[in-house]
């Protein structure tokens, strides 16, 4: 199993002002921590509790059907362009990127074993598009348009371009290159599905967007490209197991959710860093960033009262940012708690040669970069607490699906016990609608018509300020 080290947030190491009492506030949130996860397993099942990924491990029937269309559509597409944004796509990125080869899109059809490149738009960048568009036959990549509402302006606008061109390219025959994730009773594109005929997917009722890596918004892509999804759902049912545990000294989410939430409210750590060092996890911490950012940053508590919580979440990567972070980490204010992944083992065991004898460089010869990865993240970890900050390590074993899975359910459910303990939705997002309903105004949407023109009002004088 993946395992967590607090060791670094103890006050005994980063002292009274920066650090907790590890075990003293375990004993302390024993009985509230054990009754968040009795609540959460209690709930799980209900309807409108938007806890169905707490189930996703389990769900033989997706996994069947993801298997059986990856089969289908096995040697027919030497692409996969899967369109969509937020929780539609962090997920995918985050594990395609962890678990294909490095460079995968680069590599030759005999390299990727006949698996097809895969690419993610997650923005409507009229200059990325376009450059995507002109590198890719289309005819012979297979789209996986992915929206939970199946109306997001982003995703469906960048959907409707590439659906026009795949249609002129390809005459009738275009939708056998579709394939929609969403949701199963509302929403434009299951009704554009419906009609068209494209073979879809459904997302299950009470996933939110974020929560959804492991359903088929997730796990029809890693099928696609050969990822092994039976890895993923051992690796989701094996941390399941253990999260399950009411017991904070054996819950690892709950231990990092406690530790978090205390370091936040009582020490002033007000944002959370997320550096892997691996550049494969690179990902992973971007969706851990929208996790963690658009499940806690909340503006009023479960009782309504206005309580503006949540920790910022930041992306770093170990090494390369050592070289521009850590500066302001180990100086700067002391308002961070720092995560660190690291890998016990990687795939390449990569020597450095011993050909230099200078002072400055002759000790790296006959050593592994493996090794200097991981002493530099020993070495920053204990030279942070010398400056007093916080920090967390997880270790992953091994980088591939069964540990992924488990790192990832495990911030999903971190995730849910830290909003327990703030006493918020974590499952909402109503802060993104003030921006999603100007932006329907400004593109002229039916029914934002009295928006549009307050928008214009407020937008009046934007010139003034060099716009
Ligand atoms: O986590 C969320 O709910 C969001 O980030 C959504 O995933 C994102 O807004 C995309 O939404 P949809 O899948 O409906 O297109």
Excluded: C
Excluded at 167 to 172: D, H, K, N, R, V
């Amino acid at each position: 199993m993946i395992r967590l080290n607090y060791k670094y947030v103890d006050s005994a190491v980063v002292g009274l002002e920066n650090g907790i009492s590890v075990q003293r506030e375990f004993d302390n949130y024993k009985d509230i921590i054990a009754g968040i996860i009795s609540d959460l397993n209690k709930r799980k099942d209900k309807p409108g509790q938007w806890l169905q990924w707490m189930n996703l491990g389990y769900s033989e029937e997706t996994v069947w059907y993801v298997k059986e269309y990856a089969a289908l559509v096995e040697n027919r597409f030497e692409n996969i362009l899967v369109l969509g944004i937020g929780g539609s796509a962090l997920g995918g990125l985050a594990l395609t990127e962890a678990l294909l080869k490095p460079f995968w899109n680069f590599l030759s059809n005999e390299q990727r074993n006949n698996y097809p490149r895969i690419f993610f738009l997650d923005n409507i960048d009229p200059d990325t598009i376009v450059g995507l568009l002109d590198f890719l036959d289309l005819k012979k990549t297979l789209v996986n348009v992915i929206t939970k509402s199946g109306s997001t302006a982003e995703t469906m606008s960048q959907f409707m371009i590439i659906k026009d061109k795949l249609e002129s390219e390809l005459g009738a025959d275009y939708r056998k290159n579709i394939v929609a994730t969403t949701d199963k009773n509302t929403g434009v594109l299951k009704q554009i599905a419906e009609q068209e005929g494209y073979k879809m997917f459904i997302i299950p009722d009470d996933v939110g967007g974020r929560f959804s890596v492991f359903s088929a918004v997730g796990l029809l892509p890693f099928a696609l490209v050969g990822i092994d999804i039976d890895d993923i759902i051992n690796g989701i049912k094996d941390m399941d197991l253990a999260l399950k545990n009411t017991d904070i000294n054996e819950n690892i989410a709950a231990q990092n959710a406690l530790i978090h939430y205390l370091l936040d409210l009582k020490k002033g750590k007000s944002i959370s860093v997320m550096m892997p060092y691996s550049s494969r996890l690179k990902y992973v911490a971007d969706w851990y960033a929208q996790l963690w950012a658009e499940s806690l940053g909340k503006q009023q508590n479960l009782n309504g009262d206005i309580v503006n919580i949540g920790q910022t979440p930041i992306k770093a990567l170990g090494a390369t940012d050592q070289h521009s972070q850590i500066q302001l980490y180990n100086e700067g204010p002391n308002d961070k708690i720092i995560t660190f992944i690291r890998v016990g083992e990687f795939d390449n065991n990569l020597q450095i040669p011993n050909i230099f004898e200078y002072t400055g460089i002759g000790y790296l010869g006959g050593k592994s970069v493996n090794d200097l990865l991981n002493a530099e993240a020993d070495a920053t970890r204990v030279a942070l607490s010398d400056f007093n900050r916080p920090t967390v390590t997880i270790t992953l074993p091994k980088i591939n699906g069964y540990y992924l899975a488990q790192l990832l359910y495990m911030f999903e459910v971190q995730t849910a016990i830290a909003g327990s303990l703030y006493n918020i939705d974590a499952f909402s997002q109503p802060g993104v609608e003030q921006a999603k309903n100007y932006t329907y105004a400004l593109m002229g949407r039916v029914g934002y018509e009295e928006s549009a023109n307050l928008l214009h009002e407020k937008m009046n004088e934007d010139f003034i300020y060099n716009d």
